[in-house]
């Protein structure tokens, strides 16, 4: 069946340096969402990527999604403590005459002030 | 605009009682989750709806698990009966994108 991977599974850096997350899927791929959950919280929405080898930025949080729309990667500039969480992706394909929503497990981020 | 509303919050049961969870998605909203997500893990996927039909249920366990969206509206799940490793939060999402603050259940 569909499944989406998603690595590294812990990640731990100090802060102000770089971080990335990668997802892959076994199949193609109508859209991908990404999420951010804190520890205690409810998954929060932080984008959705559609479009072959789209690339969105939201201030420095980089999200890109792979020409053959099976990877997408989610990167961080000079992390803050604030970016502390889970970050997970979600791919969207066509099942028949509806959507399916594939959810990897997940990159755990911890940040050294 | 709304979120999406969930109710309870918290429940202890324990084991082999019963137990249901109550989703009010945003209104509009024709695309109704539910997710439980057990401590350290990502969300599972338990029951998908578009408006009162169901998409995919296929990871539901249905010998104790059920889901209804009688009106394609609120969505009820229910959970009889409940075993020790039910225990998680039980999340509810509105188009897929918006979650509600789900329900945390601790089976005893």
């Known amino acids: 069946g569909q499944q989406v991977m998603q690595i590294p599974q812990y990640q731990h850096v100090q802060e102000g340096e770089d971080f990335t997350t990668y997802c892959n899927s076994s199949?193609?791929?109508?859209?991908i969402q990404w999420y951010k959950q804190r520890p205690g919280g409810h998954p929060v929405f932080l984008i959705q990527?559609?479009?072959s080898g789209e690339v969105k930025k939201q201030k420095r949080l980089t999200f890109q999604f792979g020409e053959a729309k099976k990877n997408s990667s989610l990167h961080i500039t000079a992390t803050q403590t604030t970016d502390v969480g889970t970050y997970f992706c979600?791919?969207?394909?066509?099942?028949?005459?509806?959507?399916?929503?594939?959810w990897g497990l997940g990159t755990s981020l911890a940040v050294n002030p | 605009e709304a979120g999406v509303a969930q109710s309870p919050r918290y429940k202890i049961i324990e084991k082999r009682q019963s137990v249901a969870f109550w989703c009010n998605p945003i209104?509009?909203?024709?695309?109704l989750y539910w997710y439980q997500q057990i401590l350290g893990q990502g969300p599972k996927l338990l029951i998908q709806?578009?408006?009162?039909?169901?998409?995919?249920d296929s990871q539901l366990p249905k010998d104790r698990f059920s889901a209804e969206r009688l009106k394609g509206v609120d969505s009820t799940l229910k959970i009889q009966p409940a075993k020790l490793e039910d225990s998680a939060v039980y999340l509810c999402a509105s188009r897929g994108q918006y979650f509600g603050p789900g329900t945390r259940l601790t089976v005893l």
């Open positions: 209104s509009g909203h024709a695309t």
């Open positions: 199949t193609t791929l109508s859209n």
């Open positions: 709806f578009q408006n009162n039909g169901v998409v995919d």
């Open positions: 979600a791919g969207s394909f066509n099942a028949g005459n509806n959507r399916k929503l594939i």
């Open positions: 990527l559609v479009k």
